[in-house]
């Protein structure tokens, strides 16, 4: 039975996420956020994409950026969560390998000039190195939100937003609190170009 009266591990919790959040220097998350007014102004695409709690997060963060930034007072961005479409993810995993599920989807929809985001605790995973290495074949801007060391993919991303903590659940956390300032701050953009 949970013990009724202790709060130490919501506390211990709580106390290494605002931590983080403290220490962060966020001006990479600006330079982020000015590219996406950019390709929102352009139509340009953005893509996400994460494995596991991650791939959820590259769901959550395509809605708010395709309806939420705008609140249907202007069109969202063009926005593909490459996590998205069940059938595209089992073809490839089948027909290719699953290294390959997000890299051959970029291929596909990508033109010069698009944004990719990937988000990852690791920075290892397979899928993820494979669609930083053919993001940059096409000229595609990538970016990694990363926990722990940030893994391989710290060195393969054009623009690293780099958390070094060691919890899998904090670093999914700190995905979706990034996404949600970029949403934050793409909407105040957005309501000071509608003023002048």
Not at 75 to 83: I, S
Not at 89 to 113: H, M, R, V
């Amino acid at each position: 039975m949970l013990k009724t009266q202790s709060t130490t591990t919501f506390i211990d919790y709580a106390s290494r996420l605002s931590s983080c959040l403290e220490a962060y220097d966020w001006s990479p998350l600006q330079l982020l956020a000015n590219e996406l007014a950019k390709i929102w102004n352009d139509k340009q695409h953005l893509f996400i994409c994460g494995n596991g709690g991650s791939a959820a997060n590259a769901l959550h963060l395509a809605t708010d950026l395709i309806y939420g930034i705008g609140q249907g007072k202007r069109p969202g961005m063009k926005v593909h969560a490459l996590t998205s479409n069940p059938a595209v993810i089992t073809c490839l995993g089948n027909d290719t390998s699953y290294e390959e599920i997000f890299s051959c989807q970029l291929d596909a929809l990508s033109t010069p000039g698009d944004i990719l985001i990937v988000l990852s605790g690791s920075g290892n995973s397979k899928n993820i190195l494979h669609i930083l290495k053919k993001a940059r074949s096409l000229g595609v801007k990538s970016w990694a939100i990363l926990g722990f060391s940030g893994g391989q993919a710290k060195e393969l991303a054009d623009h690293v937003i780099h958390f070094p903590i060691d919890d899998m659940q904090i670093a999914e956390d700190l995905q979706m609190i990034v996404g949600h300032m970029l949403m934050k701050e793409l909407s105040d953009y957005h309501r000071n170009k509608q003023k002048k």
